[in-house]
């Protein structure tokens, strides 16, 4: 086996053996409401998010999902939540997720209608917890209580 092929096949090994990372947004409305988006795969509502593209860091992946699945072109960022890391979170693949929540003042719409059904704002007791994607259930509860965890 060449170098070139040798080199090849590790990197391929690396690359699919590890988790890969993405960003999940929790945006919040002036009206203090949160932004939802009803995925079209599961048809379970979601926080908007989505991988990071090689040579994206983290806050970059954020504001482009944001603005791919909701239409929300300005977001400030609030803080961070929380890094998200168990295997299972997401039924999918192993992926660690990155929660930070952000301040929007934009009017959210359906941006991408591949991807998404519907882009709504819940108010907090409002919100379809039993109807949540993935771990964003635990990512909203550690939201609303001011945490900054590392799960």
């Given amino acids: ?37 009803l995925r079209r795969d ?16 983290v806050i970059t992946a954020a504001r482009r999902e944001l603005r791919e699945e909701a239409g929300i072109e300005s ?4 803080r961070l939540v929380g890094v998200y890391s168990k295997p299972g979170r997401d039924p999918r693949f ?11 003042p934009d009017q959210p719409y359906t941006a991408d209608p591949q991807e998404v059904l519907e882009v709504r704002s819940f108010a907090r007791d409002a919100l379809p917890w039993d109807q949540l994607a993935h771990d964003h259930r635990h990512q909203l509860e550690d939201f609303f209580q001011g945490k900054t965890v590392l799960a």
């Fill in 42 to 57: 599961n048809h379970r509502w979601s926080l908007p998010g989505g991988l990071v593209d090689w040579g994206e860091d």
């Fill in 75 to 78: 977001a400030e960022l609030d």
């Fill in 1 to 37: 086996m060449s170098y070139l092929a040798h080199m090849l096949k590790t990197l391929t090994g690396l690359l699919l053996r590890r988790p890969i990372v993405g960003a999940c947004v929790i945006p919040v409305r002036p009206d203090g409401t949160i932004v939802l988006i």
């Fill in 94 to 104: 192993h992926s660690i997720c990155v929660a930070v929540a952000v301040r929007v």
